[in-house]
T-cell receptor, first 113, second 112 residues
Framework: QQQVKQSPQSLIVQKGGIPIINCAYENTAFDYFPWYQQFPGKGPALLIAIRPDVSEKKEGRFTISFNKSAKQFSLHIMDSQPGDSATYFCAASREGGSEKLVFGKGTKLTVNP | DADVTQTPRNRITKTGKRIMLECSQTKGHDRMYWYRQDPGLGLRLIYYSFDVKDINKGEISDGYSVSRQAQAKFSLSLESAIPNQTALYFC???????????FGPGTRLTVT
């Protein structure tokens, strides 16, 4: 059972565009929703994270939108740049117990010049 | 120096061989993880450890074993490698009570 469903699998935009990556989850006990960014040949690194007590969080050009009732969250990249080309993973975890992260399958983003 | 290091970075081995992937960290974190990444499948947890005496199976532990030799070292072993274990393997660490995980640079393993 896939606990975090991510779409699309790949995405191509032009420089300056606003790519949007979506994730949906089933487990209502999840209370932490991070996005990781991975460049080729590197390990993933935390980009931005949100808790369910807020509907939006913004850090620079990156914004997470969170819809608790729909059990969905998304990543928006404003004014995208070729340097944003990477694979993006959403994830979720719940407090207590192992608190381990459950990852989506990833989205490969290409930003063309 | 990198906070989380993995050795080797690339490895080609034959079916049936035993192989060990090593992870070391200088972050002082208690928690360590091993993930496997396959194209289109994302990151899947193999094993995780919350301290030297605590080892837990993840979602895909079959065919793998681990050893936590010290707080800073966590090794992943493939007792008898098979071709479908060809993948990119990542080690990660986190601090107790903090959900952010820090990933190493990965080991690309090919089993022929």
């Amino acid at each position: 059972q896939q606990q975090v469903k991510q779409s699309p699998q790949s995405l191509i935009v032009q420089k300056g565009g606003i790519p949007i990556i979506n994730c949906a989850y089933e487990n209502t006990a999840f209370d932490y929703f991070p996005w990781y960014q991975q460049f080729p040949g590197k390990g993933p690194a935390l980009l931005i994270a949100i808790r369910p007590d807020v509907s939006e969080k913004k850090e620079g050009r990156f914004t997470i939108s969170f819809n608790k009732s729909a059990k969905q969250f998304s990543l928006h990249i404003m004014d995208s740049q070729p340097g944003d080309s990477a694979t993006y993973f959403c994830a979720a975890s719940r407090e207590g117990g192992s608190e381990k992260l459950v990852f989506g399958k990833g989205t490969k983003l290409t930003v063309n010049p | 120096d990198a906070d989380v290091t993995q050795t080797p970075r690339n490895r080609i081995t034959k079916t049936g061989k035993r192989i060990m992937l090593e992870c070391s960290q200088t972050k002082g974190h208690d928690r360590m993880y091993w993930y496997r990444q396959d194209p289109g499948l994302g990151l899947r947890l193999i094993y995780y450890s919350f301290d030297v005496k605590d080892i837990n199976k993840g979602e895909i532990s079959d065919g793998y074993s681990v050893s936590r030799q010290a707080q800073a070292k966590f090794s992943l072993s493939l007792e008898s490698a098979i071709p479908n274990q060809t993948a990119l393997y990542f080690c990660a660490t986190s601090e107790t009570g903090i959900r952010e995980q820090y990933f190493g640079p990965g080991t690309r393993l090919t089993v022929t």
